[in-house]
T-cell receptor, first 112, second 114 residues
Framework: AQSVTQLGSHVSVSEGALVLLRCNYS??????LFWYVQYPNQGLQLLLK??????LVKGINGFEAEFKKSETSFHLTKPSAHMSDAAEYFC??????????FGQGTRLTINP | GAGVSQSPSNKVTEKGKDVELRCDPI?????LYWYRQRLGQGLEFLIY????????KSGLPSDRFSAERTGESVSTLTIQRTQQEDSAVYLC????????????FGPGTRLTVT
């Protein structure tokens, strides 16, 4: 079965610094991978998705992620953090049978 | 257009009582999902509906949990004889059949069992 592991339950960066949120996957078939963001007291919003096209995927709000098969990774990055990026971020993998399997989440804090 | 809506937004109930949570999916979305999010944890799949097909109930944690959906519209998640460990945010999502992974989430119902 497919799964994802997010490294680091909490990441803290300074405003303007690089954001790097790590996600590694396990899959016996070519994976479909996703990053979702959850702002406080809100539902999840799709940031970006990888569906076997370009390995570098650009999403909303300046985020991007690179699919690296050799490293089984799909890390999320943003060159310059903004205060509004503070949220919980979830990596997810499509398991088939119409299911998404989510990681445990990484809480991103931005320091002024 | 309107997104996925859920009601109530917050529910406090006493242990042993039954609760009903409601989800209104985006119009035209044939698939509907329920997830549970415990404090500080990821999302736990509960149940999936697709059109008129039999639902995938493989994620329901016990027989106290059940869900219904009328056609391709509203769904209700019912928890009977609530326990304190049922306290969580219950999230609903919907999607088009053709793009099942692009799920659109509602704001959730925060359930507190006292």
């Amino acid at each position: 079965a497919q799964s994802v592991t997010q490294l680091g339950s909490h990441v803290s960066v300074s405003e303007g610094a690089l954001v790097l949120l790590r996600c590694n996957y396990s899959s016996s078939v070519p994976p479909y991978l996703f990053w979702y963001v959850q702002y406080p007291n809100q539902g999840l919003q799709l940031l970006l998705k990888y569906t076997s096209a370009a390995t570098l995927v650009k999403g909303i709000n300046g985020f991007e992620a690179e699919f690296k098969k050799s490293e089984t990774s799909f890390h999320l990055t943003k060159p310059s953090a903004h205060m509004s990026d503070a949220a919980e971020y979830f990596c997810a993998i499509f398991q088939g049978a119409q299911k998404l399997v989510f990681g445990q989440g990484t809480r991103l804090t931005i320091n002024p | 257009g309107a997104g996925v809506s859920q009601s109530p937004s917050n529910k406090v109930t006493e242990k042993g009582k039954d609760v009903e949570l409601r989800c209104d999916p985006i119009s035209g979305h044939t698939a509907l999902y329920w997830y549970r999010q415990r404090l500080g944890q990821g999302l736990e799949f509960l149940i999936y509906f697709q059109g008129n097909s039999a639902p995938d109930k493989s994620g329901l944690p016990s027989d106290r949990f059940s869900a219904e959906r009328t056609g391709e519209s509203v769904s209700t998640l019912t928890i009977q004889r609530t326990q304190q460990e049922d306290s969580a945010v219950y999230l609903c999502a919907s999607s088009f059949r053709a793009e099942p992974y692009e799920q659109y989430f509602g704001p959730g119902t925060r359930l507190t069992v006292t």
